[in-house]
Structures are given as C-alpha cells and as structure tokens.
C-alpha cells in the first residue's frame, strides 16, 4: 500500500463524508466503510475509461447499496467522468442537482443503474454478466474477444438479505457466470442493530451452495488483500465469485464506527473534524483535496484511456477480418432497428379464426427474433404456458451462451431485475414473461425499469377470470390498474391479433419505457373494427354509432371489447346508437392531443360504460360521475372461465342493461 | 410398510388423479410424488383431530404447492374433515364448490392457509411456527405445555427458487424455530424442463447455511425413512428441520411419471387406468375406495381425538392452577378486544402540535400494547424510522420468544407473509412495517392478506415526496392506487393525529380484512375539523361550506388536507363558497350507505378538485369529467421535502388557481 494509495482512499471517505455533512441528510457508513475496496478495484482492477463512459466493453460496476451513492459520487468526481465538480457534491441531495440520494441512471455521468431498493443491483448486475455471455458468444472470434468485461457489483448486508439476491445467485450460479464478481461489504450492521437479530446465517455457505467461488478478505483497509482476491475472482473461469469484505461501517470516525447510527445520517460537523484528525487528513476545508491525489487519479484515468484505444484498435482490425459480423454489432446496436416493421405486410398479417392473444404474442416473437437479432428473452419456468418460446434458437446455459431462451426458474422478481440489467448493458432487446397475477412480484423492479425509462417488454399471460380453474390466487383483478398507475410504464392488454401485434410493435419500438403485454389465455375473435393506428394511438372508436354525437360510447378493453360490440348490436334493434371505443393502452392513449381525445370520446356524452373483466378502480376519469361500469368487484374464483365471466356479469345482456341504466 | 399404509397411500393417489380427471383440469403431478410422505405426516406424525379443525394445539401443516390441492382434498375427505366427500371431490374447480383449483383458507375445513403464489406458503408456515414459539413462551408453564405443536411446511423444486423461501428460512434459521420442519418435494422437475436449466444449487448446503439440520430420504415411497426423518427432526431441540424427500412427480403412472407434463394437466383417461393398473388398484370405478382404507383412516382419526382429549383434560387442569393465565389466554384470544378503545378517552388524546403521522403511529402501537396483550410485530429494519418499536416488550429472538418486537431483516416480502401466518395461527394480533414505497415487495403477500381476510396491519411511513432528499426510489406516488385497487384491503392516509388514531382503532378492530395506515415522515399540524366518527366512515365533510350547496368540493387525504382547508380560506376571501372533504379512506367510505355518500359529495356539485400529492389515477370517480386535479404526474426528485411540494405543485395558490379553473 503505496502513501498515495491510503491518501486516495482517504479522499475518497473526507468527499463523502463532506457531501453527506453538506447536504445534513444522507448515509456516510456505507462510503467510509467502502472506501478501500471502491478505491483498489477502480483504481487497479476494473478496465473503465472516464473520458468515455459509454464505451462498450467498459467492466460495469453496480452499487447495489445505492444509499452509499456519496462513495459513487467521490469516485466520479476524483477520476474525473464528465467534469462531475466538488460544486456537484455540495449540491447532494438538492433541487435538480446531478448528485441526487440515490444513483440514478441518466442523469449522472457513469452511473450504470439506478440503485436504492435494496437487492436490486445485485440482479440487475447478474442480467448485465448475462448479456456479457451472451454477446461475446455471439461476437467473439478467435483472438478477437471484442465483448470481454467483468462486471462488479457492490452491496452490504441488506443486499444479501433480500431474497431477490437469493434468487439473482442461485440462477448466476447455474449458469456459471463467472465474469460476475459480487464484492460484499459485510460490516455486521443493520438499521435496527447487530445483524445477528436477523440475520445469523453464514453468507458465503450460501454462495457456496449456488456454485459460486467464495474469498473472504478479513481487513476491509488491506488494499493488497483486496486486490489479490479481485485477481482470484477474475482467475476463476467457471464460477462467479463472492468476495466478503469485512469492514467496519462509518470507518475513520471515532464516534460512529461500527455503530448503526454511521448508516443513515450526517456524522456532525464535529465528527467529520474527528474523522480528518483520525485519518490524518491535511486540509480542513471541506471538499479540498491534494493536487497528488488528483494526480493519481489522473494518471489512472489516463491509463484506462488506453485501454479502451487498444480495445477500438482491436476491434477496428474485427470489422476488417469480419465485416459480415461488424453489420451484425450495428444491427444489434441500432435501437430503431424494428421501426420498418410498421411497413412489412407480413409482420401484420394473421389468420382470421380466434386465438388467445398469448399464441398471437407467441406468433410475433416468432417473427421478430428474425427481424431483432438482439432480441433475447424467457420466462419465469412459464414458457410452454406464457407462448415466449423463441423456436430454433437455442438455450441460454452454462454451456450455450449464444442460446437466445432464457431460463429464469421460479423467479419473477430477479427476472425483472436481469431483464433490466440485459436493457442497461446494452446491444439487446430483452422481454421477460410470466402469469399475470404474478406481476405482483415484478413490481419493485418494473418500477425500477419505469425509473430508468428502459424499454424492456414483460409479456404478462393469463388475464383476468379467463384464468379460470386455477381460481382467484392465479386471478388477476387489480393488477391493471397497478401497471397503469405507475408512471412511464405502458400497459397493453390487447383484443385480437391486429392489437396484439401493435402492442409488439410499441414495445419493439420504444427507446425509453417498459411496455406490459397483457394477454388471454382463453380465445378471442378477430374484430372486423380493429386497426393498428389506434392501436398505436392506445385507443380507438372500434365501432362508431350512426349518428354523429352517439346515444351511448361503451369503452372496453381485451376480451371485453367483443362483448361491447355484442351490446352495441342489440342496442341498435332498440333503437339505441352507441359508440364502441377500444382503449387497448389508457398510457398511450393519455399522451395523444386533447383534440384526439375528445375526437373518441366527446365529452358532451356522458352516458359511458367502462367494460372491463377487471376491478374498475382508475375508469373513473373516462366513465364520469354519470356512466356505469361492467367490471369486477372484488376477487375472482375457480371454475371453467365461460361460467365465471357469467357469474361476474360479463354478458351482453348486463352490458345493455348498464348502457340502459345511464341513457 | 403394513399393506394398509400402501393400500391408504395409494388411495390418496387415485383419488386425487380421479378429481383431476373429472375436472379435467389441474395438477395430478405432486400428489402422486408426495402422496407417501403426505400420508406418513398426517397418519402417524402429525397431531390433528379432523373432528376440530379449530383446535388451538394442532400441528399445522401448510401445501406450500398450492397447486397440488388435490392431494390435500383428498387426505381431508379420507381423514373425514368436516364430510368433505368424493362428491365435493368430484366438484373440484367448479363454480362453488368445497374443492376449489388452489386451497383458499375458510373456504374449506381443514385448510390452514391460501396457497398458489410459490414460495407463499413457506413464509407462512415460518409466521405460524414464530406464533407457536411466542405463545408457548408466554403461557407455558413447568408440567403445562400447553402451547406445544409442529409446524410442517410441504413444496416443492418452485417454491425454493422464489426469493421468499430464502429471506423466511434465514430468519427461521436466525431464530432456531426448531418445531419447524420443511418437507421439501425434490422431484427435479419444473414446467419448462429438468430443474438443471436454472436451479442447481445444493439446497441442503444452502439451507444449513441459514442455520437448519438437513435430512435426505433418498426414496420418497419409503414410509418407514420418511417416518425416521420426521422424528429426527422434532429430535433437533434447537434447530429447524428440512427434509429433502427424493420423488418423482407423476408417481405410478408410466406414461406421465418424471415429465414436465404431469405437473399441470390432467393425466387422461388411458393413463388413470395404467395408473389404476401399475398400482394394483382393486377398483374401477373412479373415487371409489374399499372400506378397510377408509377404516385405517378412521381408526387414525379417533386417535387423534383422544390426543386433543388429553390436551383438554391438561389445558383445564392449567386454568384451575393457573386462573390469571386462563384469564390472559382468552384475552389472546378475544378478536374483539380492542373495541372498548372507542371510549376511552385516553387512547383518543394526544398533543395539539404539528407531529409526522409515522410518530403519532409510534404513539398509539405503545398504547396498544398495552390494551392488547396479544399485540406483536415489527418492522423490516426499519424500526427506528417506522417507529413500530414496542417500548419495554422485548425482541422476539432465539434467547426470548416472549420479545414482542420482532425483526424482520430486510425482507419485505417475507414479512408480509409472517405477517399472514401469525394471523393464521391464532392468538395474537400482528403488525408489519417498512417505507411506503416498499409496500411493493409485499404486494404478492398482501393480495393473500386480503384473499384470507386476516386482520393484519401494515405500517407504511415515509409517503409520498415528504420523503424527500432520498429521492424518487424512494418516495412512493403509485402505490395508493395500488392499495385502493386491491379488492378487501384497506389503506388508510391519515391527516393528522385523530385520523391517525381512528385508522389504528380500525385496524385493530377489524375481522375480516388487513389495513394499511399510510404516514408521514414529516411533521403536520393537527386540524380543529377532524374527527373519529368521519375518520371511520373513511371520509367526511372537515370544513363545510356556508351555503347549503357549495360552489366547490376540494377533496384531500394525508399532508394535503391542510392545503385544502387553506385554499378554502383564500377562495372564501374572493366570495367563493367551498367544502373540503377529507378522505382518509376511500375503501372504507365505498363502504358506507350512498345516502352518506351523498351528503359529503352532493352529485349535483361538479367543480371537484382532488388534492394527493400521488398519481391522480384512481380519483377519476369523484372528480368527474368536469373537476381537477393537484397531483402528482410522475415520479419524484431528491431535494428537501418543502422544495419538492413547491416544484410538484402543492401550494394554496395552486389549489385555488385549480378551484377557480373548474368554476
């Protein structure tokens, strides 16, 4: 351990210790307990290139202890990524500043994900190793590994706690990702104290049990330590590794070291004085740091610069020897690369018998692995049932990486998690699939994927009392109005293959949202109305009334769109002329103009029935305080679905009868 | 192994592919593998009395793999629960029937949770093995061990790879629950394949790194080592047990045993008959069984009623030794022991100054506790910042299961489901807590709160951006809508202390639903409108307007009611006449007579305008198409929470600009 080394790391800990104090709200334990091992692998281990955050075969780290950002933030600072200023760290935590309290994606320089629930970094570091895999079997030609990083995730105690991590591990464990390097800061600390109150178990057992290589370093400050075990866990080429760092929270400050109370608030202003005593620290004034220590940083950064040189020069040489594959990488790099399809005839085309809009999705996955080649996706142990099966092309495993199906196993949660961290890394278009109702689980990691506006599709099968006999825990009522309460996220539950086929397009397209597909299990018919525009639009008049200002608009959605056309068909003999609107994505189609808007649903009308085999909490904006709702009540039950959706009230005869009752 | 044993086994197999088989739909794939150890448990292990479901002592025993309910339908109609007969077996998933797809608790006798959502039932059984510990440790005494029974937990390959299982054995290991014992299905199998393409950890390795005695049983038809485990395992005095039972799904049936496709769909006609024929099964005729089978059952089941006999002969020599403790125990078990709390006008008081909800929550759990001896619960290490911490109980914990604090670890999603199986055991009245904007991991267990009905409470603090510098990660804007759409839940956002207190009097009043008080970080003022009555309507008029009919309705919950109630006094400045409502609980006030309704929202009235600093997607039913809305359209941002209600636009200028835009 060089003096400039210690000075460095210390730096490191005074930066955020000062930001923390600056902003008097924020978690210092994280920062001073992470410190050396932050410092040894950014410093002498990790290929990463400041100048050019973006670079392709950059090693990614994630914090998955996002509350620790002040550690992310003082590295950023001191290797100088997009000028990020000691200005910026006074501005921690305040109105529109770059440096906010957790890391987020987009909106600081060399941030790789958004980070803060905790565990969440943990899988999403294990969807980007995935990727990693994925592309270097796809692109790596024999001396010339142009897709070849690591990729390095950082989380205490909590971390490990979540059972998304379990879930993330065991999977990165099966498949033998060995270029995942998980380094655990393990300071024996939580909120409400000793970790022991809950958490006895032996940690790098459990890794052990998932197939990973275990390295325990027993003094978080013995940079040597550290660094050795980085190279046996890049040594290992068939395991991913868990290196326990034993470290002391809140290290450096007398009073707060190894204390809870170091986690999750400013040290004082007499404490940081403390800890720059401890620590020897020359300057007093907050946020200075020595001109040796900005050269050290310099002169790494100028390093890495130099990698990333020998790296394009390796790949320039590639897309020589190989210019078919160099079409390939562009190809797989080109986010709009599906937006022709709006254009080709048989991406649009069907057959015209009925079919549950999951085999519909099933045919156009089926299609688009041809047309994206970075399309890449599966299931949580669902696929024969949610139809994402990419046929012909192969098994993502230990021992095909190149395998574009992947297997997640019995794991909502870390799937949304990887398949995020399959968006973040870049080059792919990933979906990920299961029922429905367990898009409960997904949620913590579709809002995640929301918050950083990553355009991963989640085909969601088995809508509503369709379900049928597997009764109401396999029931999803209120899991719509979830998905579309949450912002930046596109929901589509599409009624035929003309709407199930936009609603891939959407997502297919898309650069900076999440898109669901919500999807039957059961058949329904090809509607004659249904078009792709307002489907694209998200909503549309699918049956229009004779008259120009309707008596009635009913609004449906998905299987319930036909039963509106139904009632509009006995309604007419009665005289009554109704408006049948298709509202397959209420997101879509809240972004159009007012003057579309107003084009579908006339606000004159105010006799308006929402139908929908769905709770019908969030149609109150459409239906008004004059309509009325032909939705669900509560849960659903168990029983062949054709006599649930007569016992819940979705019937032709109950949806004139609402249309009726508002006239 | 008697011939009995076989032939009793063999008819749990036949009677559960015949209910598959008649409803041709379903999983016949589990209760074939685990019909042996099933029946071993039940027969000779397992204290129950099918003549008292209710029993307080039973051992409970949890199908983690809900969707292997034919096997316990079976087990219950051969053990003579409540007459389930093979009519009701014959019914299975039908409209109505006793035998629905997946077990639903109160629905059918015998069944001690709701099942389906993998990993689920694992948690649960870890909440009922916490509630036994606890019990026994406040109410045994030397030669009385009254409270003295076995949790056992039964699922399969799906329900160790959901992250749940991990966080709730983690903790159970932690706490040395040594009644718990795991019965873990090991068949290799999952729907999309063999187990290897994304689970091969070393399960047994895994979970005696939580802190559990492993056991394998190598075949899973061996009666006699499935009996020995089991005893080795309530042996273990310190120490939960998993037992790892080798089996093969589809167990007998040639065609289907050990394939994927015997998991989820009926075997067929052919293959119950080679089923029938493989097993040297006497009878044709489906659901028939020949009487000295049902006398083995029957003969097992007197048994067992002289076993809960025998505890009621103990259990009243108890309350003779002991009066005080008989006492306690049926306040433990009074669900109606806090309504008196209506009156008393201690537990209403509190301090008229401004106050953050989450501390005046603190407040009321530490009155609670002492009104309601069977009060328990905690946080997910949130303790100090939920303020759920019971001052003076103790912490539940290997050394002292009296502790009535627990500590969850940062397992959101687990807890809720402790949570469930704490309120599923009986007994006591249990609360769980962590930030609001975490109720997403709980949701999945949440939905089974509401699915069951168990009057378990969830503590939400830091709402909304009053979070502020942590940032949008962590300020929850969707998850009230999430709430309010879940069908039998009920969330509650308090405006000031009164509110606070009457959504806590609702919560611990409640039978038959779970209830979530949504609080404040931030200090609000107490307001001179607020009221119990109105509180526990859900809604109420808090400043009425001067004439009858007011010219405006703003509608407010949580930090905006104040808002309103100033936006109301500048309005009235300019001669404009509004009421402001305040609306605690939108499910409560649905509840209430549409004459109430009325009389807070006049119908007649259309300039509303909504106040919640959360998405507006819900309000739509009160606002109409004619009101407004000051609401949050997207995520937060990280800044000082005063800073961040300015930049969203919750100001009285922007509330009366809204009022006045809807005029």
């Known amino acids: 351990m060089s ?7 210390n730096a490191i800990r005074i930066l955020s210790a000062d930001t923390v104090q600056k902003a008097n709200s924020g978690h210092p334990g994280l920062p001073l307990g992470s410190a050396a091992m932050a410092y040894e692998l950014w410093a002498k281990h990790m290929n990463h290139n400041p100048a050019n955050p973006k670079w392709e075969n950059r090693d990614r780290f994630v914090l998955s202890g996002g509350h620790g950002s002040a550690l992310l933030y003082s590295l950023l600072h001191l290797f100088g990524y997009g000028n990020l200023s000691v200005e910026d760290l006074a501005q921690f935590r305040q109105l529109d500043s770059l440096t906010p309290g957790h890391p987020e994606y987009k909106h600081t320089v060399g941030i790789e994900a958004t980070t803060g629930p905790l565990g969440a970094g943990m899988a999403m570091a294990v969807g980007m190793a995935m990727a990693e895999a994925h592309l270097a079997a796809k692109f790596n030609k024999d001396n010339y590994p142009i897709v ?60 052990e049990a998932f197939g990973f290589q275990t390295l325990v370093v027993e003094d978080g400050n013995d940079l040597i330590a550290i660094g050795k075990a980085i190279e046996e866990a890049k040594a290992d080429k068939t395991r991913p590794t868990l290196i326990t760092v034993k470290t002391k929270i809140g290290h450096g400050c007398p009073a707060k070291e190894g204390k809870a109370s170091a986690h999750g608030e400013p040290l004082g202003a007499d404490n940081v004085k403390a800890l720059r005593e401890n620590l020897a620290w020359e300057s007093h004034e907050p946020f200075e740091v020595a001109e040796d220590v900005y050269d050290n940083f310099k002169a790494i950064a100028k390093k890495n610069a130099d990698v990333e040189a020998e790296w394009a020069q390796l790949f320039a040489d590639y897309a020589k020897a190989f210019p078919e594959m160099k079409e390939l990488w562009d190809q797989y790099h080109n986010e709009n690369i599906a937006k022709d399809l709006i254009q080709k005839e048989e991406f649009w085309a ?36 949610t139809k994402t099966y990419m046929n012909g092309e192969g098994d993502f495993s230990v021992d095909d990486y190149a395998g574009r199906n992947l297997h997640f196993g019995v794991r909502e949660l870390a799937m949304a998690a990887i398949g995020n961290g399959l ?16 898009s409960d689980y997904v949620k913590p990691m579709a809002r995640l994927s929301a918050l950083m506006g990553l355009p991963l599709t989640y085909v969601l099968t088995h809508d509503s009392i369709g379900v049928g006999e597997d009764g109401p825990t396999h029931e999803p009522i209120e899991q719509l109005a ?22 891939w397009y959407h997502a297919v397209t898309s650069l900076d949202h999440p898109t669901a597909l919500v999807l039957t299990r059961q058949n329904l018919p090809q509607l004659a109305g249904s078009n792709k525009e307002g489907t694209l639009k998200g909503g549309y008049v699918i049956e229009d009334s004779i008259k120009e200002v309707p008596d009635a608009i009913i609004l449906a959605t998905g299987s319930e769109v036909e039963l509106g056309i139904n009632a509009k068909a006995e309604l007419a003999k009665e005289g009554i002329d109704v408006r049948v609107v298709s ?46 709702y032909v939705t669900m009540k509560g849960f659903g039950a168990s ?17 004139v009868k609402a249309v009726k009752s508002v006239l």
Chains 1, 2 share one sequence.
């Open 3 to 9: 003096n400039i080394d210690i000075k460095s790391v």
């Open 148 to 207: 070849d990083h690591y990729t390095f995730v950082l989380g205490g105690d909590g971390c490990m706690m979540e059972g998304i991590s379990s879930e993330a591990f065991s999977l990165a464990g099966t498949l033998g990702l060995n270029k995942l390097i998980v380094l655990y800061d393990s300071n024996k600390i939580s909120i409400e104290g000793d970790t022991d109150i809950a958490f006895r178990e032996n940690v790098e057992k459990r890794f």
């Open 350 to 385: 069907f057959d015209n018998k009925p079919e549950a809009t999951r085999n519909l999705s099933g045919m156009v996955i089926n299609r688009l692995k041809d047309y994206i080649p970075g399309f890449i996706g599966g299931s949580a142990d669902l696929a024969p049932s």
């Open 423 to 438: 968006a973040l890394h870049g080059g792919l278009r990933a979906y990920v699939s299961t029922f429905f109702v367990f």
């Open 482 to 503: 979830m998905l579309r309460a949450m912002p930046n996220f596109v929901a589509y539950r599409p009624a035929d293959a003309t709407e199930t086929i936009a609603a």
């Open 583 to 628: 509202l397959p994505s209420i997101d879509v189609f809240e972004q159009q103009s007012a003057e579309y808007k107003e084009s579908v649903l006339p606000k004159a009308v105010r006799a308006r029935v929402a139908v929908e085999a769905a709770i019908d909490f969030g149609w109150g904006n459409y239906v008004g305080l004059d309509g009325a």
């Open 639 to 655: 029983a062949p679905a054709d006599q649930l959706f007569k016992k819940f009230g979705f019937t032709t005869e109950n949806v």
